[in-house]
């Protein structure tokens, strides 16, 4: 419509060609504390209209040392507790390079939070604490403040 007079104007007007944005993760791969690589999913969409225009599984292969860092990771989360900074201070301890060991605390599958109940429960069985103490040792460990203070809760304390 004429904003001037009023009056309607039909006109035909070309469709625009789709035009192709960056490919974004639509999925992230995932990959198990054994070791095996989940692909992700990677789409590309019309910067105009935004209909996926393209579509791609995409994945990671690990190397080696990669593999027998999770594995060891899983290893040791099987037999004790760890705080994700100590994880990475065994697994480097044990000859694992600092990304090697690093990729392994990232992709373990552990629950931080549910470590550090885990802690917790181990040091109330050795010793006795105040909130404040196991808090404390708890963040010696590695813990941040907010999984330490978890563990405490999860413990009664």
Known sequence: MCKRCGETIKQETQKKEHTPGDWEIQKDYTISSDGYVTPGVKVQKCKVCGQVLNQQEYTVELTVSQSNALARAA???DYTSFSYKSLIDQLE???????????????CGADWM???EKKARQYMDYSSFSRASLIGQLEFEGFTAEQAAHGADSVGL
């Open 93 to 107: 301890f044990e000859g694992f390079s600092s990304e090697d060991a690093t990729f392994a605390a990232d992709h």
């Open 75 to 77: 290893s040791y989360l």
């Open 114 to 116: 549910v470590q550090a």
